[in-house]
C-alpha cells in the first residue's frame, strides 16, 4: 500500500513538474539584443534622475550635511 | 511485492519528458541569445569614480541585523534583528523612534507599511505579525499586534502590496503567500519552489501583478499573484539565492546568492543576461539593490564589504568598506539619495 502511495505521489510530482515546463516552454520571447537595448535606453533616459549615479549638491542631500535642518 | 506497473511507467515516462522539456526550454532561450549586455553597452560612457561614505550609523540592536525596510517618508527606517527586536529609526537624527521586542528571536524579516503607519515583521515564530505605529511614544506597541501570516517554518521575507492591506511572504516551508491584512486570510498561495524560499520582490505597480521569488533551491521564479501559477523561472545560480529584487522598469530583475555572483534576468528574453561577478570575490551575496535608473547594482556580501556594479558593462565601480561583519540587508531609499545596509555587526550604516 505505501509503495503504491509513494509512486502515485511521485507520479504527481512529475506530472506538476511536465505541466509547469509545458506552461514556461509556451511564453513569448524577444531577442537579449532588444531586450538588452531597452535596458541600456532605460538607464540612459533616468540617469540623470539618479542622485547616487549623477550626485547632487550637499545641500540637496539630507545626509550629507552633519545634522539635517527642519524638513517640515 | 507487487509490481505496480502502471504508477512507474508513467513515472519514467514523465521524467523522459521532463527533461526533454527542459532541454527544449534552454534551445528556445539559446536561439534568442545574440548578443552580451556588456557588448549592447560597448559603447556607452564609463561611470566615474563613486564617492560614498557612511554618514549615519544606527546603533542600538544587540545582535545581529537581518533585515531593514525604508519608509516612503525617506527619512525612517525599520530594522528587524537576531536580538528578538524592532526598531524604527529616523535615519536623518539617527533617533530610536519605535522599538518592539517579538516573542522570538532572528526576526529575519521585517517592512514598512506604504502608509507609514504601521510596520510588519516575523521570523523564528513561523508567522508575520502587523504593529501598527503609534504616535504615543509610552504606548506598548505589542498591545496592538495583529497576527496575519502563519507559515509552517520560519518566515524568510514579507512586504506589503500596494496598500496596508496585503502582504505577501515567503517561508522556510517553501511556498509564498498571500494574505489579507484585516482578517489574516490567505488569498493565494504559492507552491514551485523545491527548498526554503528566503526572499521576494514585489514587481514595480506600473508592470502589474507579479513577484520574484529566490530560494535555497537555486531557482528564481516569477509568479502572478491573481492565479498563484509560477509563470518563468531560471536555475543558473549554483547555491542559495539570498536576495532578489526588480529592476526599476520591471522588465529585469538581479538575484544575490551564496554563489558570490549576482545575476541579472531579462523576463521579456526570458534568461540570464549579465553575471557579477570576479576571482577575488569568494564570499555569498547576501542582498541587492538597484539605484533609481538600474545602472548601478549595489551588493552587500558576506566579506563584510558592498561591491557597486556597473548594471549595463558589468564592471565593479566601487566597493565600500566599514561594516565589522557580514552585510545581511540592503536597500536604496524611496528617493534614491542614500541607501542603507545592515549587518551582523549590530549597526546600520547610511551611505551618500
Redesign the interface.
Known sequence: MSNNNASSSSVAVAQRAVKQLRLEAKIRRINVSQAATDLKNFCLQNAHKDPLLVGVPSSDNPFRPPKSCGLL | ??M?AQ??D??AT??T??ET??T??EE??AK??????H???EK?EA?GQFI?KT??TLKGHGNKVLCLDWCKD??RIVSSSQDGKVIVWD???TNKEHAVTMPCTWVMACAYAPSGCAVACGGLDNKCSVYPLSLDKNENLAAKKKSVAMHTNYLSACCFTNSDMQILTSSGDGTCALWDVESGQMLQSFH?HAADVLCLDLAPSETGNTFVSGGCDKKSCVWDMRTG?????FETHESDINSVRY???G??FASGSDDATCRLY?L????E?AIYSKESIIFGASSVDF??????LFGGYNDYTINVWD??KGTRVSILFGHENRVSTLR?SP?????CSGSWDHTLR?W?
Not at chain 2, 229 to 233: D, E, F, M, N, W
Open positions: 511485492m507487487e505496480a504508477p512507474s508513467t513515472l514523465l521524467k519528458e521532463s522539456l527542459k527544449k526550454l528556445e532561450r534568442l541569445h545574440d548578443v552580451e549586455l557588448q549592447v553597452a556607452t561611470l560614498m554618514r549615519r525617506k527619512r535615519a536623518f537624527t514551485g501559477q509560477c509563470v518563468q523561472s529592476y526599476p522598469s522588465d529585469a531579462d521579456r528574453a526570458d534568461r543576461v539605484s533609481l535608473s538600474g545602472r548601478l548594471v549595463l536604496i528617493d534614491g539619495t542614500a541607501f547610511v551618500a
